[in-house]
């Protein structure tokens, strides 16, 4: 009777591990094939999350929650149609200048050249065959395909993506408007016994992603501020923009202070015949860069969101091979977001811990 008693719990125990890889599998899939969808879920509800204080105080002096949050949608697609219209126009600017860039970089092209066929005529033996530039050519268009796939990773097609963002908005102002029914409805999914857990859990998560966004956003009006002066002051074209492009883009982690340079380094190349102003330009960004890291974002963003390197490093290759480009951005919040939950579940306390960085 005991062998039969533990045989009974062994079984158990090995059904739910069974049940619970099972589960992980088919949400590791869903996170995978309906990532479309789920993006656009979590950037609609990022959005939420920004505009619902603003919400909360129109509300707070007697304005109808559902005209805030029209009003609030209403504002945000105007200021992002202005902000398409300018860069809309410097990009018609800047393809009308491509060829000056072409020539430039065809120039590079043949010096490089010359330097290859140099070093090919004095290690003969080593030559390659005569087939090599098109087979550079044909590696040069296989690497372009893997970076549109990257970008496009996650969100499908053009067609797919723009149908997709376009119900955004809507997301956004039904979130808002709905959102003391929304949780509510979420705490009452849960047993009356884990209802305040619960409440605290969402209290949580709403304070963490609010803190980040806000936090990151102003980080990213100082690096705008410190940068684009020194673009004007070299006479940098579309300083200003450059200057917001740059500093936004650095706010991803790791990757950021490359993005940042690429933009204004084009634009420099361009413009530019000596070295001077590109040196300027990289040593400007990557101090910017450094104080960012160590002292704006530390200041308005690490109270909350205590995540470790190493849990960040992981959650970028996760969250990169999983949605691509946009997985990249996105990969910070949603790991603190899980951090978060994992504080405030004595259960996953220990996952919380890891994820941390000890402080």
């Known amino acids: 009777m005991p062998e039969t008693k533990l045989e009974h719990a062994a079984g158990v125990v090995s059904s739910s591990v069974s049940l619970r890889v099972m589960a992980g599998i088919l949400i590791f899939a869903c996170v995978y094939y309906a990532s479309a969808l789920l993006i656009t879920l979590v950037v609609s509800v990022l ?14 002096v007697r304005v109808p929650r ?16 202005f902000l398409a219209y300018l860069l809309y126009g410097r990009a018609e ?37 005569s087939n090599q530039n098109g087979l550079l050519t044909v590696q040069v268009q296989q690497q372009q ?12 097609s053009i067609y797919s993506f723009t149908v997709t963002v376009m119900f955004i ?4 102002f039904f979130m808002l408007t709905s959102k003391h029914h929304l949780k509510d409805a979420t705490i009452d999914l849960f047993s009356m016994e884990r ?31 410190l940068i684009t002066p020194v673009f004007l002051l070299i006479h940098l074209r579309y300083a200003i923009v450059l200057g917001g492009v740059s500093a936004f883009l650095d706010l991803v982690p790791y990757i950021g202070i490359a993005l940042a340079i690429l933009p204004p380094l084009v634009v420099a190349l361009m413009q530019f015949n000596t070295a001077a102003p590109i040196i300027i330009i990289g040593v400007v960004i990557s101090a910017v860069h450094l104080m960012s890291v160590n002292l704006f974002t530390p200041k308005l963003v690490g109270g909350r969101v205590r995540l470790s390197a190493l849990s960040v490093t992981i959650s970028m290759m996760l969250w990169g091979w999983l949605w691509g480009a946009m997985g990249l951005v996105l990969a910070v919040p949603i790991t603190a977001a899980f951090k978060t939950v994992c504080d405030n579940v004595p259960t996953l306390k220990p996952f919380g811990y890891w994820l941390g960085d000890g402080e």
């Open 66 to 81: 559902w005209a805030g949050a029209l009003a609030m949608v209403l504002i945000v697609l105007v200021l992002l149609w």
């Open 93 to 129: 600017a800047f393809v009308q200048n491509l060829p000056a860039v072409s020539a430039k970089v065809t120039q590079f092209v043949d010096h490089f050249e010359n330097v290859v066929s140099n070093l090919r005529q004095s290690t003969s033996s080593f030559s390659p065959s």
């Open 47 to 60: 959005i939420a999350f920004m505009l619902d204080p603003v919400v909360d105080l129109m509300e707070r």
């Open 169 to 172: 908005p809507f997301l956004v």
């Open 195 to 225: 209802h305040q857990q619960i409440e605290d859990i969402l209290e949580s998560v709403t304070q963490m992603v609010r803190q980040y966004i806000f936090g990151s956003f102003l980080v990213a009006l100082i690096s705008m501020a």
């Open 145 to 156: 395909a893997q970076w549109t796939r990257f970008l496009l990773r996650g969100v499908g």
